[in-house]
């Protein structure tokens, strides 16, 4: 049993980025006291993963998940507590990072393709299939600031996951994106499983990470709210009533996010 990563007693300490009033600057000055308070994002946060588990990261929004997976990809650097991980690292953390927008889709897929550590020719020789899965057409020579959100997040997942590596990292990916390209992604994530990769699947659709992931990890306010088999996270969350609330005639994006994961 080889372990992919450990996240040991992890804390995270962001400074409230307000913009104060002159007023408030002076009466600070005066009062000695600093303007911007902080809190923590992660609070001794301590969990080991097994190569090849596929681990769901749920929790409310601002609970800490992004800045959880910056910490084990390596982006930021915790203030207190430890990260050990284990191999290559691949995935998208946030749409579009690592983009620039006056560079085509094709320069954008090589400088992101080196970011994530390919080498020109291995770039060279998967650059087709990374075009091909993004599918942005006559787009490709043309800068992505031009792009639809969509189409940002269509180049990114597709280049990160053409990328051999032992983890990967998938936050919210299937959040843009329309339901044709999420089938896509959902299927793509699901033979990078198979394959023994070690995953780390953000989302709110409690089907796709039912379907996903073997256990879950809840973060409730910077904090390890529960860790164990998904069932009884989505029990934690309260997302298994899901269906009684009233919402849209359609129904909320997660659920058809759900609707597409039972089709894979
Ligand atoms: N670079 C940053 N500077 C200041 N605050 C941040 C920064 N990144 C995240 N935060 C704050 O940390 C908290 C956790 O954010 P995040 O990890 O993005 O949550 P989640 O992904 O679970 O929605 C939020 O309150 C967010 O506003
Ligand atoms: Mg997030």
């Avoid at 596929?54 to 982006?75: E, F």
């Avoid at 299939?129 to 800068?143: E, K, S």
């Avoid at 339901?179 to 793509?188: A, H």
């Avoid at 379907?211 to 029990?235: E, H, T, W």
């Amino acid at each position: 049993m080889t372990t992919s990563i450990v996240v040991d007693n992890v804390s995270k300490t962001f400074r409230y980025q307000s913009h104060p009033t002159l007023k408030k600057v002076l009466q600070n000055r005066l009062h000695g006291s600093r303007s911007n308070e902080t809190f923590k994002a992660l609070d001794g946060v301590s969990f080991e993963v097994r190569q090849g588990e596929s681990i769901g990261l749920m929790g409310l929004n601002g609970s800490g998940k992004s800045t959880l997976l910056k910490l084990v990809s390596g982006v930021m650097v915790p203030d207190d507590g430890k990260v050990l991980t284990r191999g290559r690292i691949s995935g998208l953390i946030a749409t579009g990072a690592g983009f620039h927008n006056e560079l085509t889709g094709r320069e954008n897929i090589y400088m992101n393709a080196a970011m994530l550590g390919m080498t020109k020719d291995e770039t060279d020789s998967k650059f087709d299939d990374i075009a091909g899965f993004a599918d942005v057409g006559r787009f490709m020579d043309t800068p992505v600031g031009n792009y639809s959100s969509g189409m940002f997040a269509r180049l990114g997942f597709s280049v990160a996951v053409h990328v051999d590596c032992d983890i990967f990292i998938a936050d919210e990916v299937l959040a843009v994106g329309d339901r044709p390209f999420k089938r896509k992604c959902l299927k793509r994530m699901k033979e990078i499983r198979e394959s023994g990769i070690t995953m780390f699947y953000v989302s709110h659709s409690a089907g796709s990470v039912k379907k996903m992931c073997d256990r879950a990890i809840v973060l409730d306010k910077g904090r390890v709210g529960f860790d164990g088999n998904v069932d009884d996270a989505i029990k934690y969350l309260h997302y298994d009533g899901d269906d009684e609330e009233p919402d849209g005639e359609e129904g909320s994006e997660d659920e058809r996010d759900d609707a597409l994961a039972s089709d894979i």
